[in-house]
């Protein structure tokens, strides 16, 4: 027998040494010279080679011949090379290099950012080429495929699992589970997640990860490990409980005093807050309080107040983990969580609906306690918010929820506590229509700080954190602090308290990495808003500075015809001001990570181009008008109303005021550019170093009308002081043609 197993482990070997001598590479360049030396230099080294010459047949070769690793240019005919690489990692593990003649940081973290595993530009050596090209494949065998070397795992029944605390490492499957929850990473991103978690307790620099996971050590470009692991931490959530925070010793924003607060009078709560906001980790710190576990809370504001410990039963409901593509989803989480209750106070299932054996277990738990149940449920709403898309099964959803979350009322007499949590808060919801004694404490001044951060506790709990974020950026303390502000605070849940909240996920993201990037918007898109904004022909210029009713944010009725509560409570909008004397409140984005990740976001289901060439139009826009090429500015703009797939009715011309509009807010990020809608003031202003640019467009009109109003009402005169060249552009659209016709661009003076 085992020499049968020698043979057999032989023949494994063998067949592994074969498939290595038989890589493929797919070369994708539209100039040929490049393609002739790059696949003469891999057949040199033994590889099998591919040729496309543009986009689209680069996507045919990947799924018809299977390649185990890409070349990929840039720019490229009929699909270019990001739109490429977006394409193949949505769907295969394959080692992506990016090839390209752009050398800007910018170009290397957008082909980083949508999955490539390398970047090199041209010229390039060979040599290093090739060195890189050894090195991603050498990382394993992409999707296509089992590694072979795990089939000799597997003969011998070796373990090939990693598990540190709630992170689980399937090496044999190349599974990454937290929580129980499985994370889609590359295979890139699996490598890193695996040296790093071989090395716990352990500091790894950039320079060894690159080395041990990259293969090679001075070739590779540090920002590429940076992206890496910034790409892991968004998908790997931080951790929300509790217990084992305080346990194994990480900081801790106190916020004990509002759990003693709410304790303290027995009433059911509801708070609703945006995703990532710290909701979970705020029923996990009531859920130990309510357990009675005295110790973790030594050192926090609540020793000082609590007395009596007491110890009562929890039902802690977590709605986060479950698939919603269909009711079984559902019905297999309720299912779970009510056997682990059952097991636990002996109550049986046999006959009973779901409702009902949830009443059945608070009884039981009250029963053989003696004191109220606690019931604590995390996330309410995740079923019908996944099932947006899907009205009749969000029907569902709504239906069987309705009839769990309504035993609530009826079991008032055996409960302590109930504390629900959620994004948004749906009428007609049996929680809310039934459970008329639940308080909402969403708008509540009294707990405007329950989640999220203050400016006041990033300052005195992230002293280090902080100084190292300045340093590292070269920035002040004071600009440092300026800087987190404009991108992370800004969320105001009331019109009382003036201070703003800052995203918790985001700041505890930005300390860790050091990059000031767009880490809560990341974590999660916002699909179904913008299906909504683009069903209903919302004007998305609205959005910033609409004014809504308190019935608008309080009571969402989640209509299609009415997008604005969802965007408000999903926390894309935040309250910017309120008159007391309509009692109307004032919207707006609440930060720069919001804004223009919303905007970007936003794009593509408004013009012809996908969000990834959206990012790299804006960034030639700055250039142009930096460099005072307006024409090249404006040609470039037309390419953002070429083919759009409406048709023109009465909506033509605010549709296309919209696309002006997003254009000149993502410029925004770069330069100073204004949008304006009111009377006297230019439909757009840009500003850079050493220019003003004021721009007229006309819908109904000609291009030297345009520039007859810009002159007649006075754009210029705000302008005039600064020293300044003062360019104006009037341009004409045409309807005819779907896009600008004429432009006339004068200089002042």
């Not at 057999?8 to 040494?17: A, L, T």
């Not at 699909?527 to 009713?549: C, I, P, S």
């Not at 989640?558 to 965007?567: L, S």
Request: charged share 30%; hydrophobic share 40%; proline share 3%.
């Amino acid at each position: 027998m085992e020499n049968n197993i020698e043979n057999s482990n032989d023949e494994i070997k063998e067949r592994i040494i074969k498939e290595k001598s038989q890589k493929t590479v797919l070369v994708v360049d539209d100039e040929k010279p490049i393609v002739d030396i790059l696949v003469y230099n891999l057949k040199k080294e033994g590889y099998n080679t591919l040729e496309a010459n543009d986009g689209e047949e680069a996507v045919r070769l990947v799924i018809e011949k299977k390649p185990d690793l890409v070349l990929l240019d840039i720019m490229l005919p009929k699909m270019d090379g990001l739109t490429v690489c977006k394409r193949i990692r949505h769907n295969y593990n394959i080692p992506i290099i990016m090839l390209s003649a752009k050398d800007e940081e910018i170009d290397k973290i957008l082909g980083l950012e949508l999955g490539a595993d390398d970047y090199i530009t041209k010229p390039f050596s060979v040599r290093e080429l090739i060195a890189r090209v050894k090195a991603n494949l050498r990382k394993g065998d992409n999707e296509y495929g089992k590694n072979p070397t795990d089939e000799l795992q597997e003969k011998n029944h070796i373990p090939n699992q990693i598990i540190v605390g709630d992170l689980y490492l399937d090496l044999d499957k190349f599974e990454v589970k937290v929580r129980g929850k499985v994370i889609d990473l590359t295979l890139r991103e699996f490598e890193v997640l695996k040296y790093l978690a071989q090395q716990p307790g352990q500091v790894v620099t950039r320079e060894t990860l690159l080395e041990k996971v990259w293969g090679y050590e001075y070739y590779g470009d540090i920002r590429t490990v940076d992206v890496t692991v910034r790409r892991i931490r968004e998908k790997i959530v931080g951790i929300q409980s509790f217990e084992r925070l305080r346990r194994d010793g990480y900081l801790y924003v106190d916020k004990t005093a509002f759990v003693y607060e709410l304790a303290s009078t027995g009433n059911p709560y509801f708070l609703s807050r945006p995703r990532r906001f710290g909701k979970s980790l705020l029923l996990s710190t009531l859920e130990a309080y309510f357990c009675g576990k005295k110790e973790l809370f030594e050192g926090l504001a609540i020793e000082q107040l609590e007395t009596e410990w007491n110890e009562h039963a929890v039902l802690h409901l977590d709605l986060n983990a479950e698939d919603y593509s269909e009711i079984e989803g559902l019905r297999n989480g309720l299912e779970l969580q009510l056997r682990s209750w059952e097991k636990v106070y002996g109550t049986s299932e046999e006959g009973l609906s779901y409702s009902g054996r949830f009443m059945q277990v608070i009884k039981e738990a009250y029963r053989q306690t003696g004191r109220g149940v606690v019931v604590l449920i995390d996330e309410y709403d995740k079923p019908l918010l996944r099932s947006m898309h899907n009205p009749e099964l969000q029907d569902k959803f709504r239906e069987m929820l309705t009839a769990f979350y309504t035993v609530l009322k009826s079991a008032d007499p055996w409960l302590r506590f109930v504390f629900i949590t959620g994004v948004t808060k749906f009428a007609q919801m049996g929680i809310f229509s039934t459970l008329n004694q639940l308080i909402d404490i969403s708008f509540d001044p009294q707990y405007n700080a329950l989640c999220g951060m203050t400016r006041p506790e990033i300052e005195a709990n992230f002293v280090p954190e902080l100084e190292r974020l300045a340093e590292r950026n070269g920035l002040t303390k004071e600009d440092c602090m300026a800087y987190l502000t404009r991108m992370y605070d800004g969320y105001h849940f009331n019109y009382v308290r003036k201070e703003g909240m800052y995203n918790p996920f985001s700041i505890l993201n930005v300390l860790r990495s050091g990059m000031f990037e767009n880490y809560w918007f990341a974590s999660g898109t916002p699909t179904f808003l913008a299906e909504m904004l683009k069903k209903t022909h919302y004007d998305l210029r609205e959005l910033d500075g609409l004014e809504v009713t308190a019935a608008s944010l309080t009571d969402d009725r989640a209509d299609v015809n009415n997008p604005v509560p969802m965007i408000y409570q999903s926390g894309y909008l935040t309250i910017k001001g309120y008159d007391t004397e309509l009692r109307l409140y004032k919207l707006g984005y609440p930060n720069d990570e919001v804004k223009y990740g919303f905007l970007n976001f936003i794009t593509p289901f408004y013009t012809s181009l996908d969000e990834s060439k959206a990012p790299f139009y804006i960034g030639q826009f700055v250039k142009e008008l930096r460099a005072g090429d307006v024409e090249a500015f404006l040609t470039r703009l037309r390419a953002f109303f070429a083919d759009f797939p409406y048709e023109l009715n009465d909506k033509t011309e605010r549709h296309y005021q919209v696309v002006f509009y997003l254009v000149f807010k993502l410029l925004g990020q770069f330069i100073n550019a204004e949008v304006q809608s009111a009377l006297g003031r230019a439909d757009a202003v840009v500003k850079t170093a050493n220019a003003v640019y004021v721009f007229e467009f006309k819908l109904n009109g000609t291009a030297e009308e345009a520039l007859a109003q810009i002159d007649n009402r006075g754009y210029l005169i705000p302008y005039t002081t600064n020293g300044c060249r003062i360019v104006k552009i009037g341009a004409e659209f045409s309807k005819e043609e779907r896009n600008l016709s004429r432009w006339l661009v004068e200089e002042e003076g």
